[in-house]
């Protein structure tokens, strides 16, 4: 049996040598989900990185602790990862929007910020959907919220952000996802966020070393 | 923590795969790396790059989540409740350093469950100085400090490297380790400023660490054909015996100072040039333990297993079965 210096280990009465070689099956971890998270009030949604998860709920549980137990936000948005319609990515002089198919003249989308006026309701009862759009204006920085576009499909709502958003140049890398394919944090629970500033153990600057090390040196003159 | 170096074996003289790549695409590779872009997932890569990137992630990955298992032992013996919720909430974090980890190794082709699988079989390493046991809160406390302190110095290397979700990964990372180094660091003054037995208790700990600390970067460089490209490609950024001069020249005036001694006679700094001397680590010794005759590396392995298979259940019932497997994007 396995001889620890901790305790809780030895109740565990593991075997020292392993039987078989252990194997899992596919999906033992699970999916994957991308996880969004606004850092404050007003400012962009930005990519923070995966979880792994059975479904939305857990994806969004998984997230909070691992995306802000440490760092402070006001919102979160977790996608399955499946949801996401990635561009080609581009160097960072270039634009993600010009490798996308050119269309021709006449078919090219009317530009359609999705907001509430009678064409958008007649759009949405023709089946156009809401789409999230985000840049990567940078290789190795993190995708981030630019706004959303009214569009018929994914490859559709590329089409159309490039002609909202196909001004702001360089965009390495272009995200397009169904707005109604996430799950996100609502306004009225912002008090989940709240929980990081009280844990003053965690920040580095609450170790006041340098005063203890001063008062050693001072004590003991010779023995450094 | 725990960054790649120590870890990390490089195939000695074999043939690099370079001749079989597309010299095209190969030139356009590195003409991005040379203007300083990154590399993103979707973009072509030499099947080296992946090869030794997804080997450097993964080991990585793995040294956090069994490095968390050394200190976690002292989260209920840690001496006063404030330090039982620090001690704790930097083992999470470590534990979540792997998550991030194992996700950036995955957007390069492998996936979580073969990672986790080689880590138990024992067929991925992870960082050595994991395979020593913490027999006191002082050992934990070395840990926390000057281990931690060692894969800082592996990890802003690493993270001006060229792999994108790499990097995203390791800023993150950095981010926290800020306060596990000012955690130990304060962990360790207090016991070497303390009372007599609490000195002791330190001193002797350190004794039990450093030749294991020496040995944390990894044998010297012999600077091979690969080496050279790794680090033509950013995925090495610098070399082990750089990484640890520079621990050594950060960290042991602050040992220094503190009245704490080194079980290394000739440890001096070389004045002129500037790099530090010190007795060769016993190499041999390292080698039998990283290949599995440590005296804990069985114990990391049962403990890591045990915590797969009991959660095994867990993880079938919440499964939905329409899920398809997707790689993480970035
Ligand atoms: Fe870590
Ligand atoms: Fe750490
Ligand atoms: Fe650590």
Redesign the interface.
Known sequence: M?N???P??NR?G?????EA????????????Y?VFHQKKEGAPFV??????A??AD?AFLFAK??YS???ACTGMWVV???A?T?T??V??QESAYDTLPLLPKSSAPAAGLADDTAAAEAAYAAGEEDYDIFHLKK?????QHVGKVRASSPADALQVAKGVFGELRPV??V?AVRAADFLRSEDEDRDIWTTTPE?K?????S???QD??E???AE?PQ?? | MYGSASTHDLPTSAATGLENEDPILLAEFEA?IG?G????P??WMPALYRKQLTRMIEQHAHSEIIGSLPE??WI?RAPGF?RK??QM?KV??EV?HA??LY?AA?TLGK????M??DL??GKSKYSNVFNY???TWADSNVISWLIDAGAIVNQLANAKGSY?PY???LD?IC??E??H???G??AV??M??GTPIQRKMMQEALNRWWPAIMTFFGPSDKMSVHTEILMRWKVKMASNDECRNQFLDMYVPKI????LTLPDANLRKNEETGVWEFTEPDWEDFKRVINGDGPCN??R???R??A??NG?WV?RA???PK????????
């Open positions: 396995i620890s210096h901790d809780r280990m565990l593991l075997p020292d040598a392993p070689p252990a194997a899992k099956g596919a999906l033992d971890q699970f999916g994957t991308e990519y923070v990185g995966p979880v792994h059975p479904e857990v602790e691992q137990r440490r760092f399955p990862t499946a996401i990635v080609a990515y160097g960072d290789r190795g920085k993190a995708h390495a890398n995200w844990k153990y965690r920040d580095a600057i170790y006041k070393v203890r090390i008062k050693f040196k003991n023995s450094h | 991005r203007r872009e990154k590399i993103e979707g973009d976690g032992t209920t404030r919720m620090a909430a999470q974090d979540g998550q991030l996700s995955e996936t979580r469950e073969q986790l699988i138990i079989n046991p913490t027999p994108g990097c995203r990964a993150r981010a926290e800020a306060f180094l000012k955690y660091h304060d003054v207090h070497a400023t220094w100072e503190i009245g069985a114990e392995i049962a403990v297993r045990a797969e298979e095994a993880r919440l499964l939905t899920t398809q497997y997707v790689r993480p994007l970035a």
